[in-house]
């Protein structure tokens, strides 16, 4: 019998290359996708009663706030997605014995540190946002046993809205481009994160718990801008400038690599970001 995986947050881009990749593995997993019109998770009663109704082994939870500088403006908001929500998530998941896949981010960390973090590294988050994901944490480690958080960082994909779609849409319209250098970080592809996350399902006995996802490196916002502007020979990549400040609502940490040190004695497809972004891009290119 295939397992019953229920998504949430169907519409986002995570969600979205989860279903892309979802194909060639129909016949083990049966894959449920729900979009905040149909499953809004702060919607506490409903929620309760959707897995009442239905049976599912696992849930993997894509729905989040994920507005870093809107946060700072609707804390409230944030904090209802990102950590009440995931509450009352956890608590249905307990009570229908349903293993909980959630996402949460580097930007837990202060960034002070000068090397990547590992899952024992103490979060501090320095902006509403992680501070809100990081509460999330909380609420799932408080309600639930079964559970896998994967943090994960500075995520890219051909969906929805990301820093590769931006800066491919700025290249197209031949625009000079001024790009943070000072922060270091791992571009993280959203289909090397679903395979994991597909991994996790099928092996179906890891240690449940908190998992550090990324890169076997790591660069900063305008080295990987420039990566994209080379796969445009006709843009001239001098014209991005790297820049120490890039005025913004929400502070980010200097340093939020994700030490992936922790997952390679069991998952060996962990690649470089100048790998997976050429996987992305040619995939993307091939399709214009
Ligand atoms: N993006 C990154 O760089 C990054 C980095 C590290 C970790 N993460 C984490 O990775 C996960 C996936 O991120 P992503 O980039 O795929 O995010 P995303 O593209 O913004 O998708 C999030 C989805 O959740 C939906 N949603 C919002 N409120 C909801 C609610 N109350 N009920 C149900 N769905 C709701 C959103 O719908 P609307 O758009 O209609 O509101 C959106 O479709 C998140 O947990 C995020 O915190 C992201």
Known sequence: MSLKVIVTGADGQLAQCIKGL????????????????????????????????????????????????????????????????VGYLAEACQR???VLIHLSTDYVFDGTKNEAYTIHDQPNPINVYGASKLEGELKIKEHLEKYYIIRASWLYSDHGKNFLKTIIRKLEMNEDLNIVDTQLGSPTSCYELARFIFFIIISGD????????????????????KRIASYFPSYDGSRIKGVSNFPSRAKRPANSVLSTKEIESIYDRIDSWENSLDKLMKKMLSKQ
């Open 206 to 225: 890891l240690n449940f718990g908190i998992y550090h996802f990324g890169t076997t490196n790591s660069t900063n916002w305008f080295e990987f801008a």
């Open 22 to 85: 979802y194909k060639s593995h129909q016949k083990a997993i049966h894959f449920i996708f729900v979009s905040k019109d149909e499953l809004d998770i702060t919607d506490q009663n409903n929620l309760g009663n959707y897995f009442k109704d239905h049976s599912f082994d696992y849930c993997i939870n894509c729905a989040a706030y994920t507005n870093v500088d809107g946060a700072e403006d609707d804390p409230e908001t944030a904090f209802l997605i990102n950590a009440e929500a």
């Open 96 to 98: 229908n014995k349903v």
